[in-house]
């Protein structure tokens, strides 16, 4: 397999992977170079995400390394093959943390998350979407909005496409008072949350004000579960794009403060008469 230049985070996230195995028992890099008959810098290359490795390897190398959790496996080969998803057709025309976005979601197998300043983002109606986009300093060429708004518009079938995933969302009163676009696109986005928490596979939780002080206040985070826990991703919002955390350290905190605001938020029935009173005031 060929290097690549510029590895996603599912390839990255795979040579992750291939490092802990490896280095988990104790098996040197050379040795792992001997046992895949590769040159030592292949296998340096494979633990980048920068070259590949094919599924005879991998199996070859956890058999060897006696990882023994037979899901773990079974999602890491899922995880070393190419599956062309629908956002390659925005490929050198929006920046990669997008693209990764789209794949770590399309490959979970339930999303969770939390958001305290924007509607989430599978969740929002093209005109608040429009209206955030809009705000970016500096400001986007009206090209590039609309690429990103077909780009999250696609993103959307995660939860509403034929293979929609399971989807719990806590959103704190703060966004849902947010008027992106003004009050009528801040009414149609309330209104479109409240369809959407209707379908089998959503649940909408609403944090509301009076709770105070909860865990992870001004973030927004995307809990991405894999086949295993072993294999979740979290992925936390910045200036600067999108960043993607996946050590046990790390995916244990997000679990435990998922788990918390969920405690905390509303019920779903509770959380859908909070959004009708907030769409009231408007």
Not at 83 to 111: H, K, M, N, V
Not at 148 to 162: F, K, M, N
Request: aromatic share 6%; net charge negative; glycine share 8%.
């Amino acid at each position: 397999m060929p290097p690549r230049t510029t590895p996603t985070q599912r390839q990255m996230r795979l040579g992750s992977e291939l490092r802990r195995i490896r280095t988990d028992a104790g098996m040197s890099t050379e040795a792992a170079a001997g046992l895949l008959g590769v040159d030592r810098g292949k296998i340096s290359n494979m633990e980048s995400g920068v070259r590949g490795i094919s599924e005879d390897r991998l199996r070859t190398l956890a058999c060897n390394c006696d990882v023994t959790d037979t899901k773990y496996i079974e999602g890491l080969v899922e995880l070393a093959q190419a599956r062309p998803g629908w956002w390659e057709r925005y490929r050198g025309s929006l920046p990669q943390g997008f693209l990764d976005i789209s794949e770590t979601e399309a490959r979970a197998t339930r999303i969770r998350g939390a958001n305290t300043v924007h509607v989430p983002g599978i969740l929002q109606t093209s005109e608040q979407a429009m209206a955030i986009f809009r705000a970016v300093v500096p400001a986007l060429p009206e090209h590039e909005v609309a690429l990103r708004l077909a780009h999250r518009s696609e993103r959307q079938q995660v939860i509403v496409g034929d293979e929609a995933v399971p989807y719990v969302a806590v959103i704190h009163e703060a966004a849902l008072r947010m008027q992106f676009g003004g009050p009528v696109v801040a009414r149609a986005q309330l209104e479109y949350l409240l369809e959407m928490s209707e379908r089998d596979n959503v649940t909408l939780q609403v944090l509301p004000f009076a709770h105070g002080a909860f865990p992870g206040a001004g973030q927004t985070v995307v809990y991405a579960e894999g086949t295993v826990p072993r294999l979740d991703t979290v992925q936390v919002d910045s200036s600067h794009g999108p960043t993607f955390l996946h050590s046990d350290a790390q995916l244990a905190k997000y679990r435990a403060q998922l788990d918390l605001l969920e405690g905390l938020a509303l019920s779903p029935e509770q959380s859908r008469d909070f959004i009708r009173q907030i769409a009231r005031q408007l």
